[in-house]
């Protein structure tokens, strides 16, 4: 993977913690300038010293909060990553993900399923729109949705989760068709499958880590789609790990 990604800027949501922060330090790693962004500035800044501490390109880090933003945040949080970068951005991985305890339907509210749709799945899209122009100034863009395996295989308990993260793999084939005609850009939807991460841990409190895959089994396929070893291949949902 090394040097795989030299001289792109990506940015990277979710990216104080699971599998968000493994891909920014996998990304670093293989040469990308990585733009961080999470809740917790905290934790980002302890990404942010482990990029630096490999001997990586140094990163930037930038706060949002995706729960509560409005439709200009966006488009200010996209005017910020420019000036920070100078303009630059060769890809986004969405890995920002919001969830409850797993319920039933008749124990979830309307207050949680519409929080889950607008960091799984309006997010993700009012993001990418408000940075398409730093996009489309690429030569090798690649935006990557991260998905779950419940948005494919829909299963009891999972409710609001599960239907917003199927609401962002329909995001991700609308605008994989929309951007055909721009051969520089491409679309995709990665689920890592059981991966040992906070999530992970959260929904499945009793499966041993024995059970889960290592997120670092899964880094190098998000390397490859972020890379021009993929272009060409567009609007897929790929699962990573069963």
Known sequence: MKQALAGKTILI?????GVGAAVALAY???GATVVLTGRHQGKLEKVYDQIVAQGSIEPYALCFDFLHAKEAEFDQFAFAIAEATGH?????????AYMYTLSP?????????MNQYRINTVAPMALTRACMPLLQKSDDASIIYVSE???IEP???WGGFGASKAGLNYLGKVLAQELERFDN???NTLIPGPVH???RVKTHPGESQSERHEIAEILPDFVYWASRASRGRSGEVVVLSK
């Open 88 to 96: 630059q951005l060769d890809g986004i991985v969405h890995c920002a």
């Open 28 to 30: 670093a790693a293989a």
């Open 185 to 187: 850009l491409r679309v």
């Open 13 to 17: 949501t979710g990216a104080s913690q």
């Open 197 to 199: 991460s906070p999530q």
């Open 155 to 157: 299963a009891a308990y």
């Open 149 to 151: 395996s419940h948005s």
């Open 105 to 113: 339907i008749a124990f979830q509210t309307v207050d949680e399923w």
